[in-house]
T-cell receptor, first 115, second 109 residues
Framework: NAGVTQTPKFRVLKTGQSMTLLCAQDMNHEYMYWYRQDPGMGLRLIHYSVGEGTTAKGEVPDGYNVSRLKKQNFLLGLESAAPSQTSVYFC??????????????FGQGTRLTVV | EDQVTQSPEALRLQEGESSSLNCSYTVSGLRGLFWYRQDPGKGPEFLFTLYSAGEEKEKERLKATLTKKESFLHITAPKPEDSATYLCAVQVYDYKLSFGAGTTVTVRA
């Protein structure tokens, strides 16, 4: 059971380049999230999804887009990378069992550097 | 504005030296408070959920408590393997969590 898997684990981009981060979960979870983690600021929510085909903005959505075409996958896109987007990105998922279970499972993270 | 503040930012302990971490929150309509452990280069790992004031949860050397304004994570007789960053998060509404910046604990043998 792999849980939540993020691809890639590391990436260096030049300013203005685009890329897509992939998050895959094999737990049949309804809810998926993308966070960024910066020193001294904790985890901040970028976008989230409450089910296949749905997405919603979080706390810091500017400069990012997301898609949830399949239940198990949640993609995070950077259309034109900026140095301010240098961060560690985490994907998370959690599930619904008649009631919402907020104990999220996290991936291992993607360390992105924009130069 | 909802806020979650953790203190101290860093804590250095000798093995066996018990201590507590604090998570204070200013939110309206708390639905749940969560503690996570994060090792360097890894994603956060869920530890505890607390839902109401007075509630306590324990796991090995860790004990989490909750009041109406804050939560404490007590580490009893810590070992070097307890070294990690401990994150606190609150669920206010719908499906989102708001995280504090974390407390980095270092336990020396």
């Amino acid at each position: 059971n792999a849980g939540v898997t993020q691809t890639p684990k590391f990436r260096v981009l030049k300013t203005g380049q685009s890329m897509t981060l992939l998050c895959a979960q094999d737990m049949n979870h309804e809810y998926m999230y993308w966070y960024r983690q910066d020193p001294g600021m904790g985890l901040r929510l970028i976008h989230y999804s409450v089910g296949e085909g749905t997405t919603a903005k979080g706390e810091v959505p500017d400069g990012y887009n997301v898609s949830r075409l399949k239940k198990q996958n949640f993609l995070l896109g950077l259309e034109s990378a900026a140095p301010s987007q240098t961060s560690v990105y985490f994907c998370a998922s959690n599930h619904y069992e008649g009631v919402f279970r907020p104990e999220a499972f996290f991936g291992q993270g993607t360390r992105l550097t924009v130069v | 504005e909802d806020q979650v503040t953790q203190s101290p930012e860093a804590l250095r302990l000798q093995e066996g030296e018990s201590s507590s971490l604090n998570c204070s929150y200013t939110v309206s309509g708390l639905r749940g408070l969560f503690w996570y452990r994060q090792d360097p280069g890894k994603g956060p790992e869920f530890l505890f959920t607390l839902y109401s004031a007075g509630e306590e949860k324990e796991k090995e050397r860790l004990k989490a408590t909750l009041t109406k304004k804050e939560s404490f994570l007590h580490i009893t007789a810590p070992k070097p393997e307890d070294s990690a960053t401990y994150l606190c998060a609150v669920q206010v509404y719908d499906y989102k969590l708001s995280f504090g910046a974390g407390t980095t604990v270092t336990v020396r043998a």
